[in-house]
């Protein structure tokens, strides 16, 4: 899960550009933006003296700005770059592969300086992505890899706000209405993740050195893994000491999700997802058949072309499956196409390529998960989730349920 926020949030970094004049933003003035900019200062632990950098869009400036009001008044010096949908699709559509690849040394210098980065969500209008073709955001992908290595030597805070993905024009794009999944995510935002923290628990219980997973779908999901060895996490808005000293201080908002890598052997099966937002297009019913945990193919009803240029055009273990995550959050509600699903109660995600940085073996510039909102699980015997709700209760492992065999 780290490494997937860290491919998305680290592209802001590495396309810096002018911080304009505020544009307007009709929707967005009405929203107050305070309470989400003291939680982020809160998260971050922000101090007198510290340095911020705040990537923002033209379409989260208002909420950049609010961040940066709320940065001074914990007395840290913060600076906003902004990136904006025209230029994002003229680098996808007339810059080159080749120039795309080469990492901005002005990024990478920016680094050891930094103490802190919040990095806002975008571009707002998903037809960008029709400037340009997956193969170049994997070229984006290689310039990233340099700087990932440089945070996780210099080991800065880092805070990812999605809210700025909820748009009008990536809602019509999608399907979905724009302002329930805009309201859902700021309820999301702001849940108490204390109330659920010991459900999450619980499932982090069960997720961890599981020796058999099976995850089943009506859409025909039939996939089964394991985690045997790995320990599962919640991925709660919280920096820890232990975060910081591995260089993966890293969190988001909204928030909630228990993960694990996988086994990266063991998968076998079909993973079938309905509906997926991917680069302005919906993938129909993109399935995923695994063999010994490798992606031996893939197929769609529609809409394949934006995955397979994105799957083809990386590198490394693109194909072997990399992680299993399922939502905690209880305030959102989930689209249906992927969009933040995966933080919402009783969503399973299973995802491929890079997992690293969460204790797996898979090194790639790709990774990708399906979301899956009514998905059936049981581990171990146990089942935790039925038809996307969450039945497993909190507590101590229910009796007579196996007890994996720790080999000691």
């Known amino acids: 899960m780290k490494a997937l926020v860290r491919i998305a949030v680290i592209a802001a970094l590495l396309t810096l550009g002018l911080l304009a004049v505020t544009p307007a933003h009709a929707s967005a003035a009405e929203l107050d933006y305070s309470a989400i900019a003291r939680r982020a200062v809160d998260v971050l632990e922000l101090k007198p003296g510290d340095d911020v950098l705040i990537n923002t869009w033209r379409h989260t400036l208002d909420l950049a700005e609010a961040l940066a009001r709320e940065c001074y008044r914990a007395g840290a010096i913060p600076i906003i770059a902004m990136d904006s949908d025209a230029l994002y699709a003229f680098r996808l559509g007339e810059v080159s592969e080749d120039t795309l690849r080469r990492t901005s040394q002005l990024a990478a210098g920016m680094i050891p300086h930094l103490d802190a980065e919040i990095s806002l969500a975008g571009p707002g209008d998903p037809a960008v992505f029709a400037m340009g073709s997956p193969a170049k955001l994997a070229a984006i992908g290689e310039a990233k890899e340099p700087i990932s290595k440089l945070w996780q030597e210099h080991k800065p805070k880092g805070l990812y706000i999605n809210h700025g993905f909820a748009t009008p024009q990536r809602a019509a794009q999608y399907g979905v209405d724009y302002e329930a999944w805009r309201d859902s995510t700021l309820a999301a935002i702001g849940a108490d993740l204390d109330a659920v923290e010991e459900q999450a628990l619980k499932l982090c219980e069960l997720l961890t050195d599981a020796e058999e997973i ?112 399922f939502g905690v959050n209880p305030e959102g509600q989930p689209t249906g196409c992927g969009l933040d699903d995966a933080l919402y109660s009783g969503v399973v995600s299973i995802g491929i390529g890079r997992n690293i940085e969460d204790g797996g073996e898979n090194e790639t510039n790709f990774g990708w998960s399906l979301s899956l909102i009514d998905a059936t699980v049981v581990i171990d015997g146990v089942t935790v989730i039925e038809d996307g709700e969450i039945v497993v209760e909190s507590g101590p492992r229910p009796s007579g349920s196996p007890v994996p065999d720790k080999g000691m």
Do not use: Q
Not at 216 to 228: E, H, K, N
Not at 235 to 258: D, F, N, Q, R, Y
């Open 214 to 325: 099976v995850v089943t779908t009506p859409a025909g999901t039939d996939l089964v893994f394991s985690t045997a060895g790995r320990d599962a996490s919640f991925w709660k808005a919280e920096i820890t000491p232990e975060m910081l000293e591995e260089g993966e201080a890293w969190v988001s908002l909204p928030t909630g999700s228990v993960s694990c890598t996988a086994v990266e052997t063991s998968a076998d099966g079909t993973v079938v997802a309905p509906r997926v937002a991917l680069w302005g297009m919906v993938v129909e019913n993109l399935a995923w058949e695994f063999a010994n945990g490798v992606l031996v193919g893939y197929a769609a009803d529609a809409n394949l072309e934006p995955f397979t240029e994105y799957f083809e055009s990386a590198t490394g273990d693109k194909d072997r499956i990399g992680t299993v995550s």
